[in-house]
């Protein structure tokens, strides 16, 4: 699977199965770094460029919106104010093969 950084416009992509999971070199080129897995409640991951925020890379809106809808002011102290920037892959649970 070829995954490629689009920095103008981040990309979030949503993987499904698991043959189309990403290996952990895919991701990295993806998000254009080091990679950050944050597991939701549910199980699924999102994975994200670990230093977006200090290489100042553009607002992911499609990945903040899902951020904002998990993390609610109603079940986390913190988090919800937080945002995504850069690239993002989101991993669905039942896809998850080698990153669980």
């Known amino acids: 699977m070829e995954l490629k950084v689009n920095t103008t416009e981040p990309e979030f992509k949503v993987i499904t199965k698991t043959e189309n999971e990403p290996s952990l070199k895919e ?3 993806f998000v254009g770094g080091m990679v950050e ?5 549910n199980g699924d991951l999102l994975i994200i460029n670990e230093e ?8 992911n809106p ?3 919106a899902l951020w904002r ?3 609610t ?8 104010d937080d945002f995504v920037v850069g ?3 989101y991993i669905k649970k039942g896809a998850l093969k080698n990153w669980a």
């Open 37 to 41: 897995c944050i597991t939701f409640p």
């Open 87 to 89: 690239p993002a892959l």
């Open 27 to 29: 991701a990295q080129d």
């Open 62 to 64: 499609e990945a903040t």
């Open 52 to 59: 977006g925020k200090l290489m100042q890379l553009p607002l």
């Open 73 to 80: 002011k109603q079940n986390y102290v913190t988090g919800y």
């Open 69 to 71: 809808m998990v993390f």
